[in-house]
């Protein structure tokens, strides 16, 4: 083994450990890279990475921070790619984001946020389940739940961006497409009411208008090319 490691001090903070590439002079010269790998077995599963910060015994732990540097004055700050490996007989590795659990407080946040930019679109945020080519079995599901509370559930909000000086954006939901058979179906509906209490009420609006009319509500079935159009019904 090779051992790195910051004697044991009683006075003022623990000593650091730092290592750092070499920078260059040069006009197209890159910076040097900081390579970090475990080793690998012939037999049995390669060697783990492990990045972990210190517990502090009476306070918090260190916080750890992975960020691209800031760009210079042309090109684009650092690229961030995180990514389990291919497999070519099994599953390939999980990729699992969590906070950790609170005792006397709450769990700690997750949140997803692109960057500001004052040109061009605004920069998008894509989640998409895993595609199969395995015949006759189903894509990977996108699942979003609220928070179980002891009280009030959480909410589930999504909302479409604001446009400030033109029309704000569109909320489409639909279902997937089927190539040879049927397209999806597409459900919206309140839980049932426990043993006491009424189920959810559900609301389908349009907003208010200062200046022209409102929007419309249209409930279509589509056209059915060899068959009947689908039926609207409303029932009590």
């Known amino acids: 083994d090779v051992v790195v490691k910051v004697g044991l001090g009683d006075t003022g903070d623990g000593g650091q450990v730092s290592v750092e590439a070499g920078s260059t002079s040069s006009m197209y010269g890159l910076g040097g890279d900081v390579a970090v790998s475990a080793g690998g077995s012939l037999l049995n599963r390669g060697g783990g990475i492990i990045m972990s910060s210190g517990a502090g015994s009476a306070t918090s732990s260190g916080a750890v921070s992975i960020v691209s540097a800031n760009a210079g004055t042309s090109g684009v700050s650092g690229a961030m790619t995180l990514a389990t490996g291919t497999s070519t007989n099994g599953n390939s590795g999980a990729l699992v984001m969590s906070s950790g659990s609170a005792t006397a407080g709450s ?130």
């Open 107 to 236: 769990g700690g946040e997750i949140s997803l946020t692109v960057g500001t930019g004052d040109t061009g679109t605004g920069g998008l945020v894509s989640i998409t389940a895993g595609t199969t080519t395995a015949a006759s079995a189903v894509g990977g599901e996108v699942s979003v739940t609220a928070g179980k509370g002891a009280g009030t559930g959480g909410a589930v909000k999504v909302t479409a961006g604001e446009g400030t000086t033109s029309t704000g954006g569109a909320l489409v939901l639909a279902s997937g497409e089927g190539t040879a058979t049927s397209s999806g179906s597409v459900s919206i509906s309140s839980a049932d009411a426990g043993i006491s209490g009424v189920s959810g009420e559900m609301s389908l609006a349009t907003g208010s208008s200062t200046a022209g009319s409102s929007g419309s509500i249209k409930l279509l079935t589509g056209k059915g090319d060899g068959g009947s159009g689908g039926d609207v019904v409303v029932k009590v």
